[in-house]
């Protein structure tokens, strides 16, 4: 039996002279190709790492410290006002008023500054 040195390979062909530019290019244009892939990549990802480092934590809302981390402030209502229903989001309440005249108003307030953010007059 033969060994492997022995035995006959099939002879590589050698490409035309035509097809080898071709292949030639291509080499070229595919690492050129990876080349740009891996740069915007690399933006991408420093973007992101600088975006996440340079980011400052949000502040808790400025409220007087109380103990058992209880809130205090006044709200301000127009004379004879009667408040209808109320709703807490976060640092903001939103107060269904019933005004002297009759009319209604829904108010929103800031609980951080303790001041108006919005005034909305209901009408029938």
Known sequence: MATP??????????????AERVRRKMVRFMGINLAILFTAVMAVVLAFVYKTLSEKPEEPAAAIAL???AMEG???????ARVLSQSLDGAR???HVRL???G?????????NGNMAARFT???
Do not use: C, N
Not at 5 to 18: F, G, S, Y
Not at 74 to 80: F, S, T, W
């Open 5 to 18: 040195e022995e035995q006959e390979t099939p002879e590589q062909e050698t490409l035309d002279p035509a």
């Open 67 to 69: 103990p058992g981390d």
């Open 100 to 102: 002297a005249d009759g």
């Open 93 to 95: 309440i939103s107060l």
């Open 122 to 124: 209901l009408q029938p």
């Open 74 to 80: 006044v709200i301000d209502l127009p004379e004879g």
């Open 104 to 112: 209604e108003e829904l108010r929103l307030y800031d609980l951080s």
